[in-house]
């Protein structure tokens, strides 16, 4: 990312202090697109119709939102639609070293780890997770001391164990692959793809570099990393061309091919499907927000 385009908020969290919690009510939001060097817990009730936008990915927010960001993770949420003026807004920020590698990397904390490497591209929880939180979330400012970070602890844990959990941002938006796949072959595979991206990649050559036949490639790679092989090209080419789109003048032409797709039309089609906008309106949404600082 271009960083001088965007606010870097300097948050009031001491380097004495092992995290910091605001709880407010308000009828809007009107802080710009910004990053900054913690991360952060935001819960939001009563904003339907906020618009949120989390690295690459924008959409309007339902009654309740509970959202966790790895550090210098663009966003914001912006008033957009919602009419409301009774929202409650809990944000919690904590040291992106709270928790150590060596603390992390135990047995007993593998949950929490991975929602910590999830989190560098946001995650949105469920509204039932949300609504499960709520009341501590909501009352953790009131607790002191030991008592606050043990409770800050169990809600993430809580929160590393809870279903329906979406990643929201593009893997490849920050130019960083942050998932974790325990597999060299894996790794591997991924490795050739961002290197290769903009290129025409078949299933046969990348399963060659595993030394596995294509259907046996096929069914590993699905079921080590989610995703088919297809829908993982894909996702890593759109990450780098909604970056352009953002960063760039480059027509929207020039960028679909420079990202691996050689038919604009298929392109819109696959950008309008993963991201719920033509890539034209994208833009010019995400230039809206950033206008915002001018």
Avoid at 11 to 16: A, D, N, V
Avoid at 187 to 215: D, F, G, H, R, W
Avoid at 217 to 225: A, D, H, V
């Amino acid at each position: 990312m271009i960083r001088h385009k965007l606010l870097r908020e300097i948050t009031p969290l001491s380097e004495s202090d092992c995290f910091t919690v605001f709880s407010r009510t308000k009828s809007s939001f009107d802080y710009p697109l910004h990053y900054h060097e913690e991360f952060e817990l935001n819960f939001i009730k009563n904003a339907k119709g906020v618009k949120r936008v989390i690295g690459d990915h924008m959409e309007d927010i339902d009654e309740l939102e509970l959202v966790l960001l790895g550090p210098n993770l663009q966003h914001t949420w912006r008033t957009h639609n919602c009419t409301s003026t009774n929202i409650q807004e809990v944000t919690i920020q904590f040291h992106k070293d709270l928790f150590g590698e060596s603390l992390l990397s135990r047995n007993q904390l593998n949950m929490i780890r991975s929602l910590m490497e999830k989190a560098q591209r946001g995650i949105l929880f469920s509204q039932e997770t949300a609504r499960q939180l709520s009341a501590r979330l909501l009352n953790l400012g009131k607790k002191k001391g030991f008592d606050s970070i043990l409770e800050l602890m169990s809600i993430l844990n809580d929160l590393s164990l809870s279903k329906d959990m979406v990643v929201l941002s593009n893997a490849t938006f920050n130019n960083r692959e942050v998932i974790k796949y325990n597999s060299r072959r894996i790794e591997k595979v991924m490795e050739y793809i961002n290197k290769n991206y903009q290129k025409s990649i078949s299933l046969q050559e990348v399963a060659k570099l595993t030394n596995m036949a294509e259907a046996a490639f096929s069914r590993f790679f699905k079921n080590r990393s989610g995703l088919t092989f297809v829908e993982t090209l894909t996702d890593i080419r759109l990450g780098h061309a909604t970056r352009m789109l953002i960063n760039s003048t480059q027509s929207i032409s020039e960028i679909a091919y420079q990202c691996g797709f050689n038919n604009i039309s298929n392109f819109n089609r696959i950008f309008k499907k993963k991201k719920g906008c033509s890539p034209k309106e994208f833009r010019e949404s995400y230039a809206s927000e950033a206008r915002v600082l001018i």
